[in-house]
Nanobody, 122 residues
Framework: QVQLVESGGGLVQAGGSLRLSCAAS????????MGWFRQVPGKEREFVAA????????YYADFVKGRFTISRDNAKNTVYLQMNSLRPEDTAVYYC???????????????WGQGTQVTVSS
């Protein structure tokens, strides 16, 4: 099992920045990729960004390219999502996820955090 705990959400004005953190514990050696997803009530959860645990390769959804940056600190077993130029439409609950599969950046994640709320005011 892998446990994930997110932090760093909050309220920010449009154009502002937030950094989310996801601390992983447990069988982290089994994890190949870490991802961030978000969900708005009444809508499906959507992929935001992912990073490989070992090599640091990254992948982003088109709507965050140039604004969000995903990174990882292997020594701290922590993944970050730096979010800049935030927009009201970025308001959502953001979830951290860990996956063992090497296929499909946007799916096949095995472990999930509890989520952290991000609210962007206009």
């Amino acid at each position: 099992q892998v446990q994930l705990v997110e932090s760093g959400g909050g309220l920010v004005q449009a154009g502002g920045s937030l950094r989310l953190s996801c601390a992983a514990s447990g069988r982290t050696w089994s994890v190949y990729k870490m991802g961030w997803f978000r969900q708005v009530p009444g809508k499906e959860r959507e992929f935001v960004a992912a990073v490989t645990w070992g090599g640091g390769s990254t992948y982003y959804a088109d709507f965050v390219k140039g604004r969000f940056t995903i990174s990882r600190d292997n020594a701290k077993n922590t993944v970050y999502l730096q979010m800049n130029s935030l927009r009201p439409e970025d308001t959502a609950v953001y979830y951290c996820a860990a996956g063992r599969s090497q296929a499909n950046w946007k799916a096949e994640y095995d472990y999930w955090g509890q989520g952290t709320q991000v609210t962007v005011s206009s």
